[in-house]
């Protein structure tokens, strides 16, 4: 069939009618309500992790090999409510390389620093429907980005980053992603070395973009910073700090740290809730109803706007590079813990 033709068939996607004159909203109404006591969220969180640990199915990603190394036992879970408790259990404390949970705090910092109507411009909020490193997503909406959270948005991302040097980038970013965690943020070299080594397509990738004139700066040199900031080491714990700073308009609960305005904590869970789980990102949403992000060495990271952030980490995968576990233990624990943005009540009149 012929590239034309092939196009011709694929859904329209021009830009729909909310982004044609796109103000930044005011956001009088937030999600209220708070998670239960913290003795009921470590029993809650006990529960998912008996209920989840001997669940064997999926793959560790190898496609950067030394995550391939990565013990497909470890299974971590973790809470931290915006008042500033946490509560883990098991393997809270193994750092593991964030990958594209990176993306999320990137595009908070970029939205930040341009504002909600120019990354909606640059960088695009629409979920592609296709795996996370799609070539053919790209050329489908000619070197349209589509949205932060897939590699190519992740790396135009990372491109419109204040700096006009690599080094001043990456400092931008590690600087930022620690004080979404409330402490510096180191890079696993080994992991760094060995997706550097192999990330051709994702070079491909910032090259294409390039093309299409979507690239603010040098492609090779962002993807090489996209790669540092995919490497950060993170726990579980701290992807509960990190979520839940998120869930707290911006502040950092254990630090009190105002590291975004709300309104840019609000566009992030927006753009997670479209496409923090890639082509899966429907169903994750169906079934968990609140915000969430992976990344490829198996962390997730849950975020109930106005309560708190869940950090999961459990290396096996399914077929879109979202851990099984950890989206098996976030929906057992939405329901649990009542984070459902989506699930009312009917107003009691009697109740008043
Ligand atoms: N660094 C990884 C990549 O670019 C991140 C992918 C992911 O976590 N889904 O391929």
Redesign the pocket.
């Known amino acids: 069939m012929a590239y034309s033709e092939r196009h011709a068939t694929l859904p329209d996607f021009s830009t729909g009618a909310l982004a044609d004159d796109a103000p930044a909203a005011v956001h009088e109404a937030v999600s209220t309500g708070s998670l239960p006591d913290v003795e009921r969220i470590t029993a809650l969180l006990e529960s998912a992790h008996a209920r989840y640990r001997d669940l064997d199915t999926g793959k560790v990603a190898d496609y950067?090999p030394s995550l391939g190394n990565a013990d497909p036992a470890l299974f971590g879970l973790s809470v931290c409510g915006v008042v500033g408790r946490s509560t883990s259990v098991g393997d809270a404390a193994y750092p593991f390389s964030i990958?594209?949970i990176s993306k999320v705090f990137v595009f908070a910092l970029v939205c930040h620093a341009l504002g909600h109507s120019e990354v909606s411009r640059l960088v695009g909020v629409n979920n592609t429907g296709l795996p996370?490193?799609s070539v053919m997503a790209l050329e489908l909406s000619d070197g349209d980005p589509r949205n932060p959270l897939v590699?190519a948005g992740a790396m135009t991302t990372t491109g419109l980053v204040p700096g006009t040097t690599s080094d001043a980038k990456w400092a931008f970013i590690r600087d930022g992603l620690s004080r979404f965690a409330g402490h510096p943020l180191d890079v696993d070299e080994a992991v760094y070395e060995s997706?550097a080594a192999t990330?051709q397509r994702?070079m491909a990738i910032a090259r294409l973009l390039e093309s299409y004139g979507r690239m603010q700066f040098d492609p090779i040199q962002t993807t090489d910073v996209?790669?540092k900031q995919?490497s950060l080491l993170v726990t579980t714990a701290d992807l509960a700090v990190m979520a839940a700073t998120l869930a707290n308009g911006g502040v950092n609960p254990i630090t009190g740290e105002k590291v975004v305005d709300a309104s840019v904590s609000r566009d992030t869970l927006a753009v997670m809730a479209t496409s923090g789980l890639y082509e899966f990102s429907g169903d994750w949403l169906f079934e968990v109803g609140v915000p969430g992000k992976?990344?490829?060495?198996g962390g997730i990271i849950t975020v109930a706007p106005g309560k708190g952030g869940l950090g999961t980490f459990s290396p096996r995968l399914d077929a879109a590079?979202n851990s099984v576990r950890g989206q098996r233990a976030a929906r057992y624990l939405s329901h649990a813990l009542g984070l459902d943005v989506f699930a009312s009540k009917a107003f009691d009149p009697q109740a008043g």
């Open positions: 950067i990958q594209s996370f490193n590699n997706e990330n994702n996209y790669t995919c992976s990344g490829v060495s590079g």
